[in-house]
């Protein structure tokens, strides 16, 4: 179980300044704010993916003591609109269990799924999966189940939460339903001018 903690230290993106923050092993911290206010960039400058000031750590090793794209194999960002490079599902996973497959409600045959016939709801999922079968020690989600229907996102919800939890990773989940931020944050951040301010 990995023990690591995402730290953020005086990081400066865009229109944020010194933004600071600790996300402890297995919590789950939700951003919000309006469109534009900064949170998928401040997702990236956290995955090493934008430049910005300030520092960035998990388990105490700084973004600057690794290569990038070695920082974000331990720190994996999900985007909001997923990328696909090859024809089939199944070419994107080094692995995959069933189990995975089954917890998001596919079966073993998407694997062989053409990526051409996939909804936007199956990509988002397929993407989450991908990101989970690297073994990341800390995810970055931005609007993880926006394309999903009711029922697929609470199960997606429950899965998130029950990995995180299981191998203690640090989880930034970038939401907008305040009903989803209240069912699975365990601190919320609301994205306001120049930095976060604490809901409760």
Request: hydrophobic fraction near 45%.
């Amino acid at each position: 179980m990995n023990d690591k903690h995402l730290e953020l230290d005086g990081v400066s993106i865009g229109a944020l300044e010194s933004v600071s923050l600790c996300v402890r092993p297995g919590e789950v911290v939700c951003l919000s704010g309006v469109s534009g206010s900064g949170k998928t960039r401040l997702l990236r400058a956290i995955a090493d993916l934008d430049a910005h000031r300030g520092r960035v750590a998990l388990g105490g090793r700084g973004q600057h003591e690794m290569s990038g794209h070695a920082w974000r194999a331990q720190v994996m960002m999900v985007p909001a609109e997923s990328q696909w490079w090859f024809e089939t599902v199944g070419e994107h996973f080094a692995a995959i269990s069933s189990a995975g497959l089954a917890a998001l409600g596919f079966e073993d045959g998407a694997m062989d799924w053409q990526i051409s016939r996939l909804s936007s709801g199956e990509k988002q999922r397929l993407a989450l999966l991908r990101a989970v079968a690297r073994r990341p020690h800390a995810l970055l989600l931005d609007e993880p189940t926006a394309n999903l229907d009711d029922a697929t996102t609470q199960r997606v919800e429950r899965w998130l939460g029950q990995l995180a939890a299981e191998r203690g990773w640090p989880l930034v989940w970038v939401a907008h339903d305040a009903e989803q931020i209240r069912r699975v944050a365990d601190r919320h951040y609301r994205i306001a001018g120049s930095g976060l301010e604490r809901v409760e």
